[in-house]
């Protein structure tokens, strides 16, 4: 039976969190953001106990610790509210996302899409033109595929060679 695949239209946090918590549970995808790189915004962001522990489960405390400062400690969780810059928090997970399998394309904005009930054919357009996303996973190539207006496989997207080994949960 061929894997899930996904594909995520937009590269911040929330993009970027799917596509983490996505490929811990075995679902490959692939996010397209407009922007050609994370957009600075150095503005702090309260991350919550609740979603610390939820970043626990994928391996990303330590890494929002030792890059955010640290809150009073909640009694009711076993995890501390850290405030964080949101380009730092972004990079964190893009470099998560990354390691865990996901394909992250900065300059590639999503067009159009069509959907149907077992699978999603999208347009995407980056500075070398327009191309089409094809993610039904009936072939035996295992992830999405960049198809050019003729046809042949096009990889413009920054990607982990191969996934890092899941750490214990």
Not at 54 to 60: A, D, T
């Amino acid at each position: 039976m061929p894997r899930t695949q996904v594909l995520v239209a937009g590269g911040g946090l929330t993009g970027l969190s799917a596509a983490v918590f996505l490929a811990w549970h075995g679902v490959q995808s692939v996010v397209v953001e407009r922007h050609a790189d994370l957009p600075r915004r150095p503005a702090s962001r309260a991350v919550n106990p609740r979603t610390m522990e939820v970043l626990r489960q994928v391996g990303l405390e330590h890494a929002v610790m030792r890059h955010g400062d640290a809150r009073t400690k909640n009694p009711m969780s076993p995890c501390t509210a850290v405030s964080i810059a949101q380009d730092r928090f972004e990079g964190i997970l893009r470099d998560r996302a990354e390691a865990l399998g996901a394909m992250v394309c900065f300059g590639t904005e999503l067009r159009s899409f069509d959907a149907s009930a077992d699978s999603v054919t999208a347009t995407v357009v980056d500075d070398d033109g327009e191309y089409t996303v094809e993610a039904d996973g009936s072939d035996d190539l295992g992830f999405p595929v960049l198809l050019g207006r003729r046809g042949r496989p096009r990889w413009q997207c920054r990607a982990a060679a191969r996934p890092a080994p899941r750490t214990a949960r």
